[in-house]
Every structure is written in C-alpha cells, then in structure tokens.
C-alpha cells in the first residue's frame, strides 16, 4: 500500500513558476513508475509526465514539453514537478499517482489545485 499527498499549488500568474512535491508513504517507493495527471473542470483526467522507478526514462504531454520536469528522490520518497512558463489553460486540479509499471496507476493522491490567472 502506498499513500501519496500532493502539495505546491497555488495561484500563479501567467509566465510564472510553481513546483508540486509528492510525498509517498512506504518502503517500496523505488518500485513504483510515478505519474503527474492533471483534471480541468468539465475535462477528462489526463497525464502530464511519468518517470520510471529509477529516474532514467520520462515521458511528457505535448502541452508540457519545454516546460514542466519531472523528477524523483528515491532517498525522500518525493516526486517533483517543477512547472514554468505556466499558462492560463495549465489550470487544473494537480494529481500524483504510483503503479508498478508506466501505464498502470494503482495509487492516486487526493490533489491540489494549480490556477494560473492570465
């Protein structure tokens, strides 16, 4: 079982930074592909970025590419999303998640909300 809790949202203006963490419970956090998804209102859930258990394969959406980096600390069971170059349409509700594999999340975290105003 592996619990996850998202923090680093906030509001940000337009062109602006922000870094999520995404801090694990557990002793297995090493064995698990990390995710960032992200859900706007009256849209699906969609990922964001996925790193590999130890960090040396990555994957990102299109929209994020050049702007948003995903990182690990396997040593702090966190994982990081560092987002710049924020845009209006990057508002959403912000979601860590864990699987065994890339492509098959079995934990999710509650949250947090991301706005970035124009």
């Known amino acids: 079982q592996v619990q996850l809790v998202e923090s680093g949202g906030g509001l940000v203006q337009a062109g602006g930074s922000l870094r999520l963490s995404c801090a694990a419970s557990g002793r297995t956090f090493s064995s698990y592909a990390l995710g960032w998804f992200r859900q706007a209102p009256g849209k699906e859930r969609e990922i964001v970025a996925s790193i590999s258990r130890r960090g040396g394969s990555t994957y990102y959406a299109d929209s994020v590419k050049g702007r948003f980096t995903i990182s690990r600390d396997n040593a702090k069971n966190t994982v990081y999303l560092q987002m710049n170059s924020l845009k209006p349409e990057d508002t959403a509700v912000y979601y860590c998640?864990?699987?065994?594999?890339?492509?098959?999340?079995?934990?999710w975290g509650q949250g947090t909300q991301v706005t970035v105003s124009s």
């Open positions: 998640a864990a699987g065994v594999q890339v492509s098959k999340w079995d934990y």
